[in-house]
């Protein structure tokens, strides 16, 4: 998510700092920002000169401090975890001026609860954007309990200059798209482990009965099985309600690292 992030705001002009806990992390992110403008010149949307302005205003940050410490605006795809995000806020909000925005791509965790890790929760907003960046129009701004006018504001205004579509959400588990989209996925796997269905007869059912693009179990696999199971227990735990308990297969499978393309091994497997 970072890496498209990077790429969607640098091919719109704007000078990126990408940091990540290690350099081959960037590296990697670079690399698929390359390869992915590489599909567009292909497609005819962009030229080999914006390619390479586009990798110019992309720069490495050695740490995250280095990084915010330079940002107008910082948007943070860390792993779905409240512990890592809330530290990492807490640190962004010593390090950045005080004017600057902290924005979140979290995909189900409260905007309230990262915000009150600093001292400037009316600068704190979910920027929820969809995967993969560069192609999803949609981007879910999420309202802390804290958060004022003014930042919602800006960052409405900085989504739509990405040439995205925002959508104002308030702050509750999931938001709106993980709390729609994650229970019907849960439930395919419910209906994997039963044995009601093969996954390529059940997403063969969704593609051709309903008309989606891809089946629900290949896009948990190509979401990340862990991150479907962060965002399931979020629901659980924030809502109460036990249709939105993670299905026992999925935990068994995430246990044994099976987390989809990423690892090579899902509900389907992958060479590459």
């Known amino acids: ?65 280095e990084a915010a410490r330079r940002c107008d605006f910082v ?15 807490r640190n962004l909000d010593s390090w950045c001026r005080p004017d600057v925005i902290l924005a979140s ?12 890790a600093t001292k400037r929760g009316d600068r704190v907003i979910g920027m929820h ?10 981007v879910e701004i999420i309202r802390g309990h804290s958060t004022s006018d003014d930042t919602f504001s800006a960052t409405r205004d900085l989504a739509v200059n990405l040439d995205k579509v925002p959508v104002e959400v308030s702050d509750y588990p999931g938001f709106v798209s993980n709390r729609v989209l994650l229970p019907m996925l ?11 269905a093969s996954p390529e007869d059940i997403d063969t059912v969704m593609k051709l009965g309903m008309n989606h693009p891809m089946g629900p179990l290949a896009l948990a696999d190509f979401i990340g099985l862990d991150v479907c199971l962060s965002i399931l227990n979020v629901l659980h735990d924030g809502l ?13 499978m995430v246990a044994a690292g099976h987390l989809g393309r990423k690892s090579g091994q899902g509900f389907y497997h992958y060479t590459s």
């Open 1 to 65: 998510m970072g890496n498209g992030i990077a790429h969607v705001f640098a091919q719109h002009g704007h000078n990126v700092l990408l940091s990540d806990v290690q350099q081959e992390f960037i590296d990697r992110g670079i690399k698929t920002i390359s390869g992915n403008l590489d599909r567009q010149i292909k497609k005819g949307t962009i030229g080999e000169e914006e390619k390479k302005a586009i990798l110019s205003r992309i720069v490495s940050a050695s740490t995250v401090e």
């Open 75 to 89: 948007i943070e795809a860390a792993t779905e975890n409240i512990e890592i995000k809330r530290a990492l806020f």
């Open 105 to 116: 791509n979290t995909s189900s965790i409260s905007l309230t609860e990262i915000g009150a």
């Open 129 to 138: 954007f969809m995967n993969p960046v560069p192609v999803m129009k949609l």
């Open 186 to 196: 849960n439930e395919a796997m419910y209906c994997v482990m039963e044995g009601v």
């Open 240 to 252: 109460g309600d036990p249709k939105y308990r993670p299905c026992p297969l999925l935990k068994r």
